[in-house]
């Protein structure tokens, strides 16, 4: 096994960590982990994400269900426009981009185009964490219409970001959780986790025929490692400052996105 394989599944612990205790973040690495450790093409790494994501967020729920720590009815509300963008996003949009075209002389692969998106929604959810570390919760969800809108419309955004770049969505679900319907924060991490799981899954069907392309030893290994640092994150979850967590967590996104971005935009210059 290759020095960097061992590297990889390393950091596949941090991947479980970041979900156990923030219940977002997870989806954040693995992309970049399969994409530049791995060497996996960007169109099947999203797919990788999704696996390795959706069971990791799934195996995490089954506590907090049994603990009726999830809002199942916000959950309800927020999967119906979320899985909807998931399916339409995975059939149809990414499907739309072109192999590769041409700006000016400079030729534009679709890998480039999925890496560049995806370090654009690492800088922004970067800076919403570190923006938002002290959150202040709003009135408690009632199901007004207001309350209502403001889940599927959330739940559309995440629904598109799970499609197109294999992002859970959790840095947006959370704060908006918290934020917007005043679920207080460790409900609100359940939740996320709970919804991801379900949209990862849903995504990852609504692209079955990339299964074929999958190293299963590389995507089953790393998976069942992401569940040790899963175990680990939620022991430590009501121990640990979770504001300062998630700013220190915030600037070192912010670090991989701009080296993710500074790369692919240097790759497709040369070429």
Known sequence: MELIFIAGFILAVLVGLSMGLMGSGGSILTLPIFVYIFHIEPQYALDYSLFSIGILALVGSISPLKKREIDLKTTAIFLFPSLISVYLTKRYLLVAIPESFHLGEIAISRNHIIMLL??????????????????????????????????????????????????????????????????????????????????????????????????????????????????????????????????????????????????EFIQFVNH
């Open 118 to 263: 995806f370090s654009i929604v690492i800088l922004i959810s970067a800076t919403a964490m570190v923006r938002r570390r002290k959150q202040v919760q709003h009135d408690r969800f009632r199901g007004g219409i207001g309350q209502i809108f403001n889940i599927v419309l959330v739940g559309l955004l995440v629904g598109i970001m799970t499609g197109l770049v294999g992002a859970g969505g959790g840095f947006i679900i959370v704060p908006a959780l918290v934020l917007l319907l005043g679920i207080p924060l460790k409900q609100a991490i359940a939740t996320s986790l709970f919804i991801i799981g379900l949209n990862a899954s849903f995504g990852l069907i609504a692209n079955y025929q990339f299964l074929e392309h999958m190293n299963w030893f590389i995507l089953v290994t790393f998976t069942l490692i992401t569940l040790i640092g899963l175990q680990i994150g939620s022991k430590w979850k009501d121990k640990l400052d979770a504001a300062k967590l998630k700013g220190i967590f915030g600037y070192f996104l912010i670090s991989i996105g701009i080296l993710i971005f500074a790369f």
